[in-house]
């Protein structure tokens, strides 16, 4: 055994992240500032808020926890009523938030969409219709995005990096990616968004693994899988092995990719520009940052909720008739644990990195650089170098993404202290790929211990609100729905709708 793999498993009994193991690029060239923003600093405040004075807040019909996009979509449902929604972070949006830097805002999560086909559920593409967001194209039978300055030109989409050379698609072009395809698009149209939608005769996909389906069909190469695998950890946090065949079969079937042309929406500031349209026709007072609602109890017909003011140190005492839980439910726990055993899902942690460079006129790339190298959590990064520009004010903005094992969670305290080898790495694959050296200016960590649920099998179609003990209201794509925009949008509407029903 080599003495580096020594160290990564002695000890702690199994494999570090990259960032506890040997750096494989050197530090010296890290003399730009480091950023990291995580939310984990902020529940240490819980036990220095036993000293914070206790408020009494006005009461309010509905309190929505979480603000990302199913709490968003569910207050826009509920505009124009009393509600209040509280969201731990300092920012709006979860996984689908951005940062900013020197006036340019960039993406720290989610960042694209595809054009939705007329088969996918009326309700949100009325709600992306009515915030000026989508139009239908009827000679296409498409909805396609209105500010066409942000879709991707499709010869710049992407390239993949693999043994030390860049080719066009992850899965190169050859008779077993033939064979692959004609056995999954033959659900094309019988996938739709949100996959409440998907036929009853389908379900029987979500109860066997990707992996498993794969191999009674076709026979499946270590290269092949280790392809797909990189494909489902891109959009859904696990392995072939880890999520059903229906969200496997979902991801290359869901839109009509090998039968038409479809757009690529991406805003620099990423999936942030669908919050920032939600967020505009609400009321700003009734949203509400760093607060973190600490407990949930039943109290008479309502709820009464435990909400620390990080900003302002003082404990709200909120009296809500209805609550909508659209924040992460592994807290519920410790928030109201009577209802934590409806949730068993398991979620993969993410980190995304940016890289703020200086922009050259012929720094043009490609926006999608998927990267399957050495490291596997590493996915690659998007290039801001082909998206609108005039947004981008002569920065070019390299957005890696790190779908991290669940286990490594434990270990997301450590990034602070280790901020340095974290973007010396990364930077060190960017490079890899560019062929180039990059001129960073500054680095900006975004730490995401639960950014998404792995889809496994028995996971889709588990809605909590169906569940015969659930006495709140859940929205989110972790309330059995897939890690997808269209999903939040969906599972917050279904939410703030269920709660007018009951007005």
Request: charged share 20%; with cysteine; aromatic share 12%.
């Amino acid at each position: 055994m080599k003495r580096r793999d020594f160290i990564k498993t002695s000890a702690w009994g199994a494999t570090l992240p990259f960032w506890l193991q040997s750096c494989n690029f050197s530090l010296g060239g890290v003399n730009y500032p480091v950023f990291v923003h995580s939310d984990y600093n902020s529940g240490h405040l819980i036990m220095k808020s036993a000293t914070w004075p206790k408020v009494k807040q006005t009461d309010t019909d509905v309190a929505i926890v979480g603000g990302g996009i199913a709490g968003l979509a569910a207050a826009h449902v509920l505009k124009g009523q009393t509600f209040s929604l509280y969201e731990l972070s300092d920012r709006i949006g979860g996984s689908s938030s951005s940062g900013i830097l020197d006036g340019v805002r960039f993406s720290q999560g989610a960042h694209y969409d595809l054009d939705y086909p007329e088969y996918y559920g009326e309700e949100v593409l009325k709600l992306l219709e009515s915030l000026d967001i989508i139009h239908f194209q009827s000679w296409r039978r498409m909805w396609t995005f209105k500010d066409e300055e942000h879709i991707i030109p499709f010869t710049r989409r992407q390239q993949c990096f693999e043994n030390g050379k860049n080719r066009g698609d992850v899965i190169p072009e050859g008779a077993e990616k033939d064979a692959f395809l004609q056995l999954v698009t033959a659900f094309t149209d019988r996938m739709p968004l949100p996959t409440r939608l998907i036929e009853p005769e389908l379900h029987y996909l979500n109860d066997l693994t990707f992996t498993s389906y794969l191999e009674q069909k076709l026979s499946l190469s270590p290269t092949l899988k280790r392809q797909l695998d990189y494909h489902m950890m891109d959009d859904y946090g696990g392995t072939c092995d880890q999520v059903s065949a229906l969200a496997g079969i979902h991801y290359f079937a869901c839109r009509p990719y090998y039968r038409e042309a479809v757009n690529l929406f991406s805003p620099p500031q990423g999936n942030d520009y669908f919050v920032r349209k939600l967020l505009n026709p609400l009321q700003k007072n009734q949203i509400k940052t760093q607060h973190l609602v600490k407990r949930i109890e039943k109290s008479g017909s309502g709820y009464e909720l435990e909400i620390l003011d990080l900003l302002n140190k003082k404990v709200v005492i909120q009296h809500a008739e209805q609550v909508i839980y659209a924040g992460q439910k592994h807290a519920l726990k410790y928030i109201y644990p009577d209802q934590a055993n409806i949730f068993s899902h398991t979620q993969a942690p993410w980190m995304v990195i940016n890289m703020i460079c200086e922009q050259k006129p012929e720094d043009i790339g490609f926006w999608q650089n998927e990267y399957l190298g050495e490291n596997p959590s590493f996915l690659g990064f998007v290039d801001s170098s082909v998206q609108a520009q005039q947004h981008l004010k002569g920065k070019r903005i390299l957005t890696g993404y790190y779908c991290l094992k669940p286990e490594d969670r434990n270990y997301l305290t450590t990034v602070g202290d280790n901020k340095k080898r974290i973007v010396a790495e990364t930077q060190g694959y960017m490079e890899q790929m560019l062929g180039s050296s990059l001129k960073v200016e500054a680095a900006f960590i975004q730490v995401m211990g639960h950014a998404m649920p792995i889809p496994a099998p028995g996971y889709l179609f588990n809605d909590a609100n169906l569940h015969p003990d659930a006495a709140m209201t859940y929205a989110g794509v972790d309330n059995g729905r897939l890690p997808l925009l269209f999903e939040a949008l969906d599972s917050g509407m279904v939410a703030g709708k269920a709660i007018q029903s009951l007005s």
